[in-house]
């Protein structure tokens, strides 16, 4: 079946610092990958999202490739702030039929 | 896009207690979700409606949780009665109109069974 793994956190950071999350996906035939971040009581927000292999999503300073070689969808940022503390998901869905999350990954960025 | 509403955003009952969630998405997307999402893991799907039909509800506890979806708007996720380890949040999504079928979030139901 369909799974995501994301690297266990959480992950504190100073803030400035260059941010890592990664991903890696277990699926059939080729998923669409999505970054979401839930903000503390909110609910998720989608971040970005890629459709098709070395398609690269990017918002708000955040990257993501989608590598199918590797089957990895890495989250970047090259300079966190503190507004970026939060918990950020992984997650791939199969044409509408299969949406799976991965278990998410806590950022706290330090000021 | 506009948001999904869900409401309440917090319920707090004693356990064997009924409790009752309710979600809106905007009128006319088809596809709407109810997950639960347990602290510090990622949301669990546990029912997903095409319009009116519940479509995959392979992992809602058939036991004590019902869902309904009438004239294919909003819906409603019962729980009755309630458990201990109920206690999470529960959230409803619906999708987006085409590829790559992103999925939007309410804020979500906190509830807490005492």
């Known amino acids: 079946g369909n799974s995501v793994t994301q690297m266990e956190g959480p992950v504190t950071l100073s803030e400035e610092a260059f941010l890592t999350i990664n991903c890696t996906y277990t699926a059939t035939g080729y998923p669409s990958l999505f970054w979401y971040v839930q903000y503390p009581g909110e609910g998720l927000q989608l971040l970005l999202k890629a459709t098709k292999a070395d398609d690269k999503g990017s918002n708000k300073g955040f990257e993501a490739t989608y590598r199918k070689e590797t089957t990895s969808f890495h989250l970047e940022k090259g300079s966190v702030q503190v507004s970026d503390s939060a918990v950020y998901f992984c997650?791939?869905?199969?044409?509408?039929?299969?949406?799976?999350f991965g278990p998410g990954t806590r950022l706290s960025v330090l000021p | 896009e506009a948001g999904v509403v869900q409401s309440p955003r917090y319920k707090i009952i004693e356990k064997k207690q009924p409790v009752a969630f309710w979600c809106n998405p905007i009128s006319g997307h088809n596809t709407l979700y109810w997950y639960l999402q347990n602290l510090g893991q990622g949301p669990e799907l546990l029912i997903r409606?095409?319009?009116?039909?519940?479509?995959?509800d392979s992992q809602l506890p058939k036991d004590r949780f019902s869902a309904e979806r009438l004239k294919g708007v909003d819906s409603t996720l019962k729980i009755q009665p309630a458990e201990l380890g109920d206690s999470a949040v529960y959230l409803c999504a619906r999708r987006g109109r085409a590829l790559p079928y992103e999925q939007y979030f309410g804020p979500g139901t906190r509830l807490t069974v005492t």
């Open positions: 409606y095409e319009n009116e039909e519940a479509v995959d």
């Open positions: 997650a791939l869905d199969n044409y509408g039929q299969n949406f799976v």
